[in-house]
């Protein structure tokens, strides 16, 4: 089964910009599989922020898709989330995850990035 | 936006016992041309990322109990856990992927009684 495992900084200050990858293992980023973050503030529920597909077609979530670019980059299996101009609000667990197809469950996880906007 | 709704928020059930998850959709997430609902449920334990139970509202995932069963169509689903296990305690979410953005719903907290 896929492998994936976040990186980043755990502490962002506010009005900058949130930045974190997601590392692809036990299978190519290439392969027929769409990409995706999701983000879990703290005491809360799961919010999807967007997906990626391995030609680099991304799908965001409209409640952020002003504010946020996902990446892809296949010569390093990895794909990316920026987040830009964050606020205390965008404090959360970031998840990376994968999707067989774009209409489709997450059948894998990371184990999730705690980033925390603070000055 | 498809809204999810859960209920109850939480429940407690004695081990060995049922517990019943409703989850319901802003709209249907039945896709009359496949006869697919596109629902799943998730099981997230403390500190650990969702695990994906069930898709397409009934089928559960490689490895799953068979205590697990999902049903419902259309707007209403049900998640069922037949006979309650101390490792059941978690929270459980179900999510619509009929249309983007994709949707969670709240969430449904089961404890043991």
């Known amino acids: 089964q896929v492998q994936l495992q976040e990186s980043g900084p755990g502490l962002v200050k506010p009005s900058e910009t949130l930045s974190l990858t997601c590392a692809v293992s036990r299978s190519s980023i290439s392969s027929d599989y769409y990409w995706a973050w999701i983000r879990q503030p703290p005491g809360k529920g799961l919010e999807w922020i967007g997906s990626?597909?391995?030609?680099?077609?991304?799908y965001y979530n409209p409640s952020l898709k002003s504010r946020v670019t996902i990446s892809i980059d296949t010569s390093k299996n990895h794909f990316s989330l920026k987040v830009t101009s964050v606020t205390t609000a965008d404090t959360a667990v970031y998840y990376c995850?994968?999707?067989?197809?774009?209409?489709?469950?997450?059948?894998?996880w990371g184990q999730g990035m705690v980033v925390t906007v603070s000055s | 936006d498809i809204v999810m709704t859960q209920s109850p928020d939480s429940l407690a059930v004695s081990l060995g016992e049922r517990a019943t998850i409703n989850c319901k959709s802003s709209?249907?997430?039945?896709?009359?041309?496949?006869?697919?609902?596109?629902l799943g449920w998730y099981q997230q334990k403390p500190g650990q990322p969702p695990k994906l139970l069930i898709s397409w509202a009934s089928t559960r995932e490689s490895g799953v109990p068979d205590r697990f069963s999902g049903s419902g169509s259309g707007t209403d689903f049900t998640l069922t856990i037949s006979s309650l296990q101390a490792e059941d305690v978690a929270v459980y979410y179900c999510q619509q992927y009929y249309g983007a953005p994709f949707t969670f719903g709240p969430g449904t907290r089961v404890a043991i009684k």
């Open positions: 990626v597909y391995h030609s680099g077609t991304t």
């Open positions: 709209q249907s997430v039945l896709d009359n041309s496949n006869d697919k609902n596109y």
């Open positions: 995850a994968s999707h067989r197809l774009l209409y489709m469950s997450f059948d894998s």
